[in-house]
């Protein structure tokens, strides 16, 4: 799966998503881990960030055996808009990284 890019004029923009928690960085995350579970690779691309103003691109990967926690660090952003089925979606991604 290719990794979710934002496009934002500058890093500080980014920056403020994240410091407010913007769901569709949650959502690219959890998409990317969850079409990684089985993967060799010890690090996953997970999101690009395209910085119009500086012309550059951040890409960001997650360690694999980060996984689990970051899973379960954005599951209560999933049931807080009551997705459910993407709910049981990442609990079946946990039970499967935890063998």
Do not use: W
């Amino acid at each position: 799966m290719k990794p979710k890019e934002f496009k934002v004029n500058a890093m500080s923009e980014f920056q403020e998503l994240i410091d407010a928690k913007d769901f569709s960085i949650s959502r690219a995350v959890v998409e990317s881990i969850l079409s990684n579970l089985k993967t060799r690779k010890k690090h996953v691309h997970v999101l690009s960030v395209k910085c119009v103003e500086e012309n550059t691109i951040l890409d960001i990967t997650l360690e694999k055996s980060h996984f689990i926690d970051t899973l379960k660090d954005n599951l209560s952003y999933f049931e807080d808009r009551e997705m459910y089925e993407e709910c049981a979606k990442i609990h079946n991604g946990i039970k499967t990284l935890e063998g």
